[in-house]
């Protein structure tokens, strides 16, 4: 028996028509969400990211600007560029690439971003919203898990639900937003002493620890859900999940493939969270 594929790339298409249509009613009252992407340096991947970013703006009619600045930029400056966009009432979403070069404070920069423009869902104030409970801005990565599991008819409440992984950006608001759906959560890291035994108690097991094809069919449960956050570039330049697709797959009810899962879902909900604050502007 094979698991069934959570596609990613479909549900993140349907996505994108439902906010089409919110986009519309938006545009007739007089708005047009607008996000801008700022990116310090040349990072490779980060390039790849931010394209595709400014893509969907573009499918999805938003205005939308990208500001590419040298990696040699100061910390200052880079705070002066926030500033504008917090105050320019045009731009609903801003979102600055991480990582940054190493002379800039990244908390600085996430603390400087306004929480109503806070469409990454990092900034502190954010981060509190969602573990009270309140209404916020989500990251996006999390909430493109949570809309897989809906989606699939995969509803994480009573579930047990195991996150490998504790970063800010990924393990820390899945397991939170995991825990508001109703599941029992598990948070494994990286001195977990018994990985593959945890791993392996999960109805649903979200990896997101940056190894390439860590998880292996022992650490899976039969029929367990497994979402596969990884994105890791192979020698060949293929990419790769934390996740042995192939392994897994005759053990593993529903697994998402990498590319084409948790990553197109990723931008879809940038997208969301913009059309959300631009929609917020207005009330
Ligand atoms: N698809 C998408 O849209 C996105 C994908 N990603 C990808 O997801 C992955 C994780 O990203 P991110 O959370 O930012 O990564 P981080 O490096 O910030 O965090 C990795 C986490 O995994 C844990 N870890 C590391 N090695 C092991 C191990 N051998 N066993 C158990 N736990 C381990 C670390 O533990 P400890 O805390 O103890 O150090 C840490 O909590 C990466 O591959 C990244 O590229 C990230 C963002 C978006
Ligand atoms: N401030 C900030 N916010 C982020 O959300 C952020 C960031 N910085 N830095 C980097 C990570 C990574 N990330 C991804 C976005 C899209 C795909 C994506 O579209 N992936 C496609 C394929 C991409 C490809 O082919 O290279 C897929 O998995 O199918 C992946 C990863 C957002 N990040
Ligand atoms: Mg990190």
Redo the contacts with the bound molecule.
Sequence with gaps: MSAQLIE??KISDSIREEIILEVEKLKQKGVTPGLVVILVGEDPA?Q??VR?KAKACEQLGYYSEVVRLPAESTEQELLQLIERYNGQDNVHGI?????LPKHIHEKAIIDAISVHKDV?G?HPESVGNLMIGDDALLP??PSGVIELLKRTGNDPAGKHAVVIGRSNIVGKPVSMLLLRENATVTICHSRTPNLPEMASQADILVVAVGVAKLVKKEWVKPGAVVIDVG?NRLPDGK?CGDVDFDDVLNVAGWVTP???????M??TM?MANTLKSAQRSLS
Excluded: A, E, R
């Design positions: 990613g790339k980060s790849v990211y595709n979102l600055v690439q991480l990582p990454d990092f996006c990565t994105m990419l990498v590319p084409g899962g948790v990553g197109p990723t931008i940038l």
